[in-house]
């Protein structure tokens, strides 16, 4: 059993919580994930760590309620416990060697996108950083990304705040300027990171993405994160989550991610039917 000392809700959506998980954050860096488990009959999910306190000994996890499991997991509250919490899973992020970066974060996806600039801020790398939401309701860890980022771009869909459009028209805007980065990574919804990609590939500069495909036990066994890269396939779990962007059909991502969509929905409108805690 995992608790939950730590809940706060950054939108009426999307949900902070720390987890007391000494084991995880023993061994966790940047872009690795958690698989966890609400009760017994929960099913597994996969969530990115968004913050690991060695102090604490606790991981931080962010979601967005989008469904049963989720919806379940935000019902819980602090001194409440998750069965089970298994991690870190994937492997971390390469930020070795890296002087001048770029990193895209779009909704939800922007939490994932704090530990890595936090890291590579950590190894004295320039984080340039563009976050895109829908609206300025949505907007999520602004000040923290402050303290790990020496430069802020913000974009919002409906220009409600920041520059109106998406986080690929500020980044077509900066790459017209300025091509001197070593490196972008994208971690965000599938299109954007696609738009992002096809991008930055006309400049040639590396991309890295970050997946979050159906996943099942998170050790390669299943099958169910397998993505087509290159001209390979690759399972999210054990070679990713990371991924060169350039490489990844996203097409045959996208077809297979809502392949369990209408499930998902009705499980999910049962659970709110029902009043589930």
Partial sequence: MYKIIYKKSLTPTITLMKVLAPDVTRHAKAGQFIILRVDEKGERIPLTIADIDHALKSVTIIFQVVGKTT???????EGDDILDFVGP?????????LKKVLVIGGGVGSAIAYPLCKALFEQNTQVELILGFKSKDQIILKEAFETVTNHQYMTT???SYGEKGFVTDQLNKILKKDQSYDHVFAIGPIPMMKAVSDMTKNYQIPTTVSLNPIMIDGTGMCGGCRVKVGDGIKFACVDGPDFDGHQVDYDALLKRNMAYRLKEQKDFEDVLKRGEA
Avoid: V
Wanted: overall charge negative; proline content about 5%; hydrophobic content about 30%.
């Fill in 157 to 159: 869909d409906d220009g």
């Fill in 89 to 97: 899973l994937g492997k971390p992020t390469e930020i070795e060697n």
């Fill in 71 to 77: 919806y379940l997991l935000n019902m819980l509250s």
